[in-house]
């Protein structure tokens, strides 16, 4: 579940490029358009935190699922700015229920099984996004429209929900009181993090395919290079990262996390040529890689909170940075450059590394 709700979001983020120019949208316009992703995160807040208590994380999922899915396929077909930014609010509804649910299952089996794996399930999600990301790539060479393109990969998703269903837990949900309850200091700063980090994450979905474009001015068969080369490492970090954490602690791989992802996005920014952007994009990935599940990891063993609602908090602020971040870069590309919203960008990586060395971790 979790590879395949990567796959539907790296669909997306694969053609951005193409829909710009098909509406023909200005930065600032698809800044302003992509907007609607974290509308439909909040208008969601009440509705998912309300129904996973009604109907559990398991049927949430699957459901959310395929209405996410759903929703990709006529992001392909809006054919005005007032028809995308309706169906973008449905994909971003539909998203953070599926972020909920799916990590809610993932913290469960991560219980049963005895040992930290939850970085595990999150490098599958990246890998979904290194696979998305190469699909996105054959699409547009073959010159197949974002709408046929993305129906098959709705058709491909629908099919791996039904296979996987049975191995889901079915978890039974009672009473587990508030569904909004305040986190304390600590779950804060945990959100904080991941808000930062995924700030940077979401830039990278939205806007590396963009970048590549506009500023590399790669050659138009290798724009989604920078993309790939970014969920590449960003895959690979998240597989090794459970035991990188065990040997150099939670709070040194942050901070670590931190200073990869600006020096990544520094070089990308300072050297705007094909080879320095690429390599400046695999230290992005490797940076971002391990922030996000070892923060929900944290959140999972909160002391002053029930692991569900913790988790519910910091992954909802944290998911926040990832729609808000994309955006921002385009109302500040509109306003200076693509590489001046990078370099604002760089300034989030650092504050993962400064708020780290504060939290107590």
């Not at 970014?230 to 709070?251: C, I, N, P, S, Y």
Request: glycine letters at 10%.
């Amino acid at each position: 579940m979790f590879f395949m709700t990567g796959l539907c979001f790296a669909s997306w983020t694969s053609r951005i490029a193409t829909i710009q120019q098909t509406l023909d949208l200005s930065e600032a316009q698809l800044g302003g358009v992509l907007f609607a992703l974290p509308v439909g995160l909040m208008c969601s807040l009440p509705f998912s935190g309300w129904v996973i208590t009604k109907i559990g994380s398991r049927n949430l999922l699957i459901a959310a699922l395929i209405v996410y899915s759903c929703a990709l396929v006529t992001l392909g077909l809006a054919q005005n700015t007032l028809q995308l930014i309706i169906c973008l609010v449905v994909f971003g509804f539909a998203s953070n229920s599926v972020n909920i649910s799916v990590n809610t299952q993932a913290v469960a089996a991560e219980g049963m099984y005895g040992r930290p794996i939850l970085a595990s399930f999150h490098g599958l999600w990246s890998l979904a996004g290194f696979t998305g990301g190469l699909i996105g790539v054959f699409m547009m060479h073959m010159q197949v429209v974002p709408w046929k393109h993305f129906a098959f990969m709705l058709a491909l998703i629908v099919i791996v929900v039904i296979i996987t269903i049975p191995y889901l837990k079915n978890d039974k949900v009672v009473n587990t009181g508030p569904v909004f309850v305040m986190p304390d200091n600590s779950l804060i700063k945990l959100g904080v993090i991941a808000f930062c980090s995924l700030i940077c994450e979401g830039a990278m979905f939205d806007w590396s395919v963009i970048y590549f474009k506009k500023v590399v001015l790669a050659p138009t068969d290798w724009i989604g290079a920078g993309f790939t080369a970014f969920m590449a490492t960003m895959a690979l970090g998240r597989f090794v990262a459970d035991k990188f954490a065990h040997r150099f602690g939670l709070k040194r791989t942050m901070q670590i996390s931190g200073l990869l992802t600006a020096a990544g996005l520094l070089v990308a920014v300072i050297f705007p040529y094909f080879y320095s952007a690429l390599a400046g994009f695999l230290l992005v990935g490797a940076g971002v890689s391990s922030v996000v599940p070892m923060v929900y990891s944290a959140a999972g063993k909160s002391k002053t909170m029930a692991p569900g609602v913790a988790l519910a908090a910091v992954s909802t602020l944290g998911f926040m940075g990832f729609l808000v971040g994309p955006p921002i870069i385009g109302f500040i590309a509109g306003l200076a450059t693509l590489r001046a919203s990078f370099t604002l960008i760089a300034v989030m990586g650092i504050c993962v590394t400064i708020v780290s060395t504060k939290a107590k971790i």
